[in-house]
């Protein structure tokens, strides 16, 4: 089993930044192919915010694009999410996602609200 951690979350001002991180522990936290971040605003659908394979390969969400970069540390089994260029649009709920060994894990979710 995989725990997924989150942290970083909070208020912040719209044009400001915030990293998030995501700690996974258990016993396949060293053998997730994937890791990722996805949020959800009230009244509406979860959707994906950024995911990385390995340490490399990367996908945005259309709304994040040049603005968020997500990366990932092996060593610590923990994946970040650097958010700059905040909008008031940001505001939600962000939860951390891994994929292993044909699971998938989700953390409790960080509360990220940006005032404008």
């Known amino acids: 089993q995989v725990q997924l951690v989150e942290s970083g979350g909070g208020l912040v001002q719209a044009g400001g930044s915030l990293r998030l991180s995501c700690a996974a522990s258990?016993?396949?936290?060293?053998?997730?192919?994937?890791m990722g971040w996805y949020r959800q605003a009230p009244g509406k659908q979860r959707e994906l915010v950024a995911h990385i394979i390995g340490l490399s390969i990367t996908n945005y969400g259309d709304s994040v694009k040049g603005r968020f970069t997500i990366s990932r540390d092996y060593a610590k089994n923990t994946v970040y999410l650097q958010m700059n260029s905040l909008k008031p649009e940001d505001t939600a709920v962000y939860y951390c996602?891994?994929?292993?060994?044909?699971?998938?894990?989700w953390g409790q979710g960080t509360q990220v609200t940006v005032s404008s």
């Open positions: 996602a891994a994929w292993g060994s044909s699971q998938s894990y």
């Open positions: 258990g016993s396949f936290s060293s053998r997730l192919d994937a």
